[in-house]
């Protein structure tokens, strides 16, 4: 209930900041947009880049072998503005926060490597629209993303292993976009539905009493989903 509140809001101080100058049209070069947005991450690990001998020998200890991680998905509220260059491109760009913990997993299921992970996914796409002649307008899109990671921690195998420390690093990849806007009227009201496709490989480095132990890089890859209302101006 909080989440819907908070999207009502934001598209309410919107359409406020809009004013009557700029009223609301379907034909606006502007657009604002309130989002309610799956995030549906991989997170598998692509490559082990290096690891300490001593932890290498107690995974072998332990049986493990084949060593792999899951990510969880997340739903959180999501902004996104827009500026029409014609009837048919455009340029967007998002803003939200996602928190996420990484399980581990093959052999190592049913583990916890980290506990605590907020990614700022920082997008911007150049987007293509269909014009249908009507209120259903389609559009693809791609673009440049850098995920920004904040307030990593180790999760609980991880620090009965001896980890104190996880570091993920900032990461620069690409996102592909698909979607449409269906506008509600000639008021400028409407609603979107967005899918975009993530290709983005972090790092993640664990650290013991200031030594790295381990450093894999992932194949984080995140789909991310998103249905909401827009305005446009």
């Given at each position: 209930m909080r989440k819907i509140t908070l999207l009502a809001a934001a598209l309410a101080a919107a359409t406020?900041?809009?004013?009557?100058?700029?009223?609301?049209?379907?034909?606006?070069?502007?657009?604002v947009k309130v989002l309610a947005t799956g995030v549906l991450p991989d997170g598998g690990i692509d490559k082990i880049k290096s690891?300490?001998?001593g932890l290498a020998a107690t995974l072998s200890g332990m049986g493990v072998s084949d060593v792999d991680a899951k990510a969880n998905d997340n739903v959180v509220p999501t902004l996104a503005a827009e500026y029409f260059f014609s009837r048919n491109v455009s340029v967007e760009t998002i803003c939200c926060f996602t928190q996420h913990h990484v399980d581990g997993?093959?052999?190592?299921?049913?583990?916890?490597l980290v506990d605590h992970v907020l990614i700022l996914p920082a997008t911007v796409t150049a987007k293509f629209h269909l014009d249908t002649g009507g209120p259903l307008?389609?559009?693809?899109?791609?673009?440049?993303?850098?995920?920004l990671v904040f307030d990593e921690k180790p999760g609980s195998t991880a620090r009965a292993l001896g980890v104190d420390k996880v570091k993920m690093s900032n990461s620069l990849g690409l996102?592909?976009?698909?979607?449409?806007d269906i506008a509600l009227g000639e008021n400028g009201?409407?609603?979107?539905l967005d899918a975009k496709k993530?290709?983005?490989?972090?790092?993640?480095?664990?650290?013991?009493?200031?030594?790295?132990v381990l450093k894999t890089r992932h194949d984080l890859d995140p789909w991310v989903v998103s249905a909401g209302l827009s305005y446009r101006f």
């Amino acid at each position: 209930m909080r989440k819907i509140t908070l999207l009502a809001a934001a598209l309410a101080a919107a359409t406020a900041i809009s004013g009557p100058a700029l009223a609301g049209s379907p034909a606006g070069k502007f657009q604002v947009k309130v989002l309610a947005t799956g995030v549906l991450p991989d997170g598998g690990i692509d490559k082990i880049k290096s690891i300490d001998s001593g932890l290498a020998a107690t995974l072998s200890g332990m049986g493990v072998s084949d060593v792999d991680a899951k990510a969880n998905d997340n739903v959180v509220p999501t902004l996104a503005a827009e500026y029409f260059f014609s009837r048919n491109v455009s340029v967007e760009t998002i803003c939200c926060f996602t928190q996420h913990h990484v399980d581990g997993a093959a052999d190592l299921a049913g583990t916890r490597l980290v506990d605590h992970v907020l990614i700022l996914p920082a997008t911007v796409t150049a987007k293509f629209h269909l014009d249908t002649g009507g209120p259903l307008k389609p559009y693809v899109g791609a673009g440049p993303a850098l995920f920004l990671v904040f307030d990593e921690k180790p999760g609980s195998t991880a620090r009965a292993l001896g980890v104190d420390k996880v570091k993920m690093s900032n990461s620069l990849g690409l996102a592909l976009q698909g979607g449409i806007d269906i506008a509600l009227g000639e008021n400028g009201y409407g609603i979107s539905l967005d899918a975009k496709k993530y290709f983005i490989k972090p790092t993640a480095s664990f650290y013991a009493d200031g030594q790295q132990v381990l450093k894999t890089r992932h194949d984080l890859d995140p789909w991310v989903v998103s249905a909401g209302l827009s305005y446009r101006f």
